[in-house]
């Protein structure tokens, strides 16, 4: 995962600006991964919270696709950065819709990239409300 990600003026393009020595995956493929992650968040995060240093909630959307979506982008992310750990648990949003959080858990030696993930989520989110 990259951290320190710029966002142009569209808000949804984010491009890397640091990438952790523990990263796999290929230098070209990094911005298409970031995309990804910004397109998922853009369309489906309900509410961003952060529990810790180490530890980040996402409430997604209950819609089968969107966990599919999410499962499958952090299978990927777990390969090539492996010290991520991301758990699925079913969730509310008020009383009556159904909703899925995302538990984000890093090591404290990776917490910036924690943090890189935490503040594309919360940029493309408040780039994608109401003009």
């Given at each position: 995962?990259?951290?320190g990600?710029?966002?142009t003026?569209?808000?949804?393009?984010?491009?890397?600006?640091?990438?952790?020595d523990?990263?796999?995956?290929?230098?070209a493929?990094?911005?298409l991964?970031v995309t990804?992650?910004?397109d998922?968040?853009?369309?489906?995060?309900?509410?961003i919270?952060?529990?810790?240093a180490?530890?980040?909630?996402?409430?997604?959307?209950g819609y089968?696709a969107?966990?599919?979506t999410a499962?499958?982008?952090a299978a990927?992310e777990?390969?090539?950065?492996?010290?991520?750990?991301?758990t699925f648990?079913?969730a509310?949003?008020?009383?009556a819709?159904?909703?899925?959080?995302?538990?984000?858990?890093?090591?404290?030696?990776?917490?910036?990239?924690?943090?890189?993930?935490?503040?594309?989520?919360?940029?493309?989110?408040k780039?994608s409300?109401?003009?």
């Amino acid at each position: 995962m990259v951290v320190g990600m710029d966002i142009t003026d569209t808000g949804r393009t984010p491009g890397p600006s640091f990438v952790p020595d523990a990263c796999t995956l290929p230098t070209a493929e990094q911005p298409l991964r970031v995309t990804e992650f910004a397109d998922m968040f853009a369309t489906a995060v309900h509410r961003i919270v952060r529990t810790s240093a180490t530890e980040l909630h996402l409430i997604l959307d209950g819609y089968p696709a969107t966990e599919a979506t999410a499962r499958e982008l952090a299978a990927r992310e777990t390969d090539c950065c492996s010290f991520f750990t991301f758990t699925f648990h079913p969730a509310r949003v008020g009383h009556a819709v159904r909703a899925l959080e995302v538990t984000v858990t890093v090591p404290a030696a990776h917490v910036a990239v924690l943090d890189g993930l935490q503040h594309l989520a919360e940029t493309v989110v408040k780039g994608s409300g109401p003009a």
